[in-house]
């Protein structure tokens, strides 16, 4: 299993946005936002342990109720990976194409506010 180290190029090394939930929390508190849940702590984590994994081993499915923020955080973890290398190819995944254009406008607005 790779470690965090292996996909950060842009990041010093003891920087505490190496763990994509202190981002997440970041984030919330940038927006206004309660801190992020439980929940949504675990889908972050999830969407990192399996991003580490080899490509041939990830298999992971997110399930959550509408409205747990899983688009959200899911955008959240594609501007994380750009921070830890601007050079990251990101496919964002929606239910739909003008979901996923959405989406990835609305991190971009972010990145450059």
Known sequence: ???IKDINKDLPD????????NFLYLVWE???LPEPTDI???VAKAMVDNALNP?????????????LGKSFVCGCYAVWRLLLNKDEKILVPCGNEAKAKELAVQKYRELHY
């Open 1 to 3: 299993m790779r470690e």
């Open 14 to 21: 003891d920087s505490p946005l190496l763990d994509f939930r």
């Open 30 to 32: 940038f927006l206004g």
């Open 40 to 42: 949504q702590y675990d």
């Open 55 to 67: 490509l041939s081993e990830r298999k992971c499915i997110i399930q959550a109720p509408r409205g």
